[in-house]
């Protein structure tokens, strides 16, 4: 029973902590699928503030160092497509990939929630993707 107890706390710890280590599988894609299709929305209402917010902080600095303008104006100035529906995500710990129709996004889990690392991405054969939109 204390044993119980005790990896009950741990789990309250862990997702207190902003770890998340207690949610299912399932729930982790869920959460996935869902800031991606944040981001995809945002992008399609021309809500780059509303996009910013949901990219991760290393992005974000990337973005507005690249461009010498805040986020919200780098984004616009990039102009991404959005990518259309959610086909399929895969969760590798802290880290994701959602799939879209005509896009991919990378994504990492951080205190504050799922955040999109990497955007307008393409795979290519034997070799990383090639995102443009990405942290440094």
């Known amino acids: ?9 741990v789990c309250l ?16 894609r869920d959460d996935v699928r869902d ?5 995809q929305a945002a992008l399609g209402a021309g809500a780059y503030d509303r996009a910013c917010a949901v990219l991760a902080p290393g ?3 990337e973005l507005e160092s690249s461009a010498g303008s805040p986020c919200a104006e780098a984004l616009r100035a990039e102009s991404p497509v959005p990518g259309g529906a959610v086909r399929r995500t895969d969760v590798y710990g802290n880290q994701a990939r959602a799939v879209l129709s005509t896009d991919t996004l990378f994504l990492s889990h951080f ?9 307008g991405c393409e795979p290519r054969p034997g070799q990383p993707y090639q995102c443009r939109i990405k942290g440094g």
Do not use: D, N, Q, Y
């Open 35 to 39: 800031t991606a299709a944040a981001f």
């Open 111 to 119: 205190a504050s929630g799922w955040k999109v690392v990497a955007a």
């Open 59 to 61: 992005t974000v600095e």
């Open 1 to 9: 029973m204390a044993g119980r107890a005790c990896g009950v706390a």
């Open 13 to 28: 710890l862990l997702a207190v902590g902003g770890i998340g280590g207690c949610a299912t599988p399932a729930e982790r």
